[in-house]
């Protein structure tokens, strides 16, 4: 509703996206229904298989989810989550339908070090390569530091 009010936000091309925790999915999904997109914060790269406490695309996707975040600073300090991992996850993620918004961010001491431009890039090529361009423009990324 904002968004149709607002003169300047009107004239902007935006997507709004809500990402709730897993067990929200379902009931924030009922609740905007159509008046934002539903984001899934994780899902394993695993198209299928037994998985003990993961989320698959799948699964997520059954709830009208059509994003999913991707390499989030929290996953990758706290579950090793590596750039070949978001790669993995991005090609599955464009394979089923879905849009990856891939996060990538340097550390404190990165960024005290003034190496916070050569990560970035680094972690772009590593997730983005072997992707051909088309499957490129579909990826949204975000800039989180850790």
């Known amino acids: 509703m904002l968004v149709k009010r607002d003169k300047v936000l009107k004239k902007l091309n935006f997507i709004i996206g809500v990402a709730p925790t897993l067990i929200g999915l379902l009931p924030t999904s009922a609740l905007l229904g159509k008046n934002a997109n539903i984001v899934a914060q994780f899902v394993t790269f695993k198209e299928s298989g037994a998985f003990t406490g993961q989320v ?18 929290e996953t990758r300090k ?27 961010g340097e550390d404190a001491k990165q960024y005290k070090a003034n190496k916070s431009k050569k990560v970035l890039m680094l972690q772009l090529m590593n997730c983005l390569k072997e992707l051909n361009e088309d499957e490129v423009k579909q990826v949204i990324v975000a800039y989180e530091p850790i």
């Open 78 to 104: 706290y579950l090793n989550v590596s750039d070949t991992f978001c790669r993995d996850s991005i090609r599955t993620l464009l394979k089923a339908g879905m849009r990856p918004i891939l996060c990538i």
């Open 56 to 73: 698959s695309f799948d699964q997520v996707h059954e709830y009208n989810v059509n994003y999913a975040i991707v390499g989030h600073s």
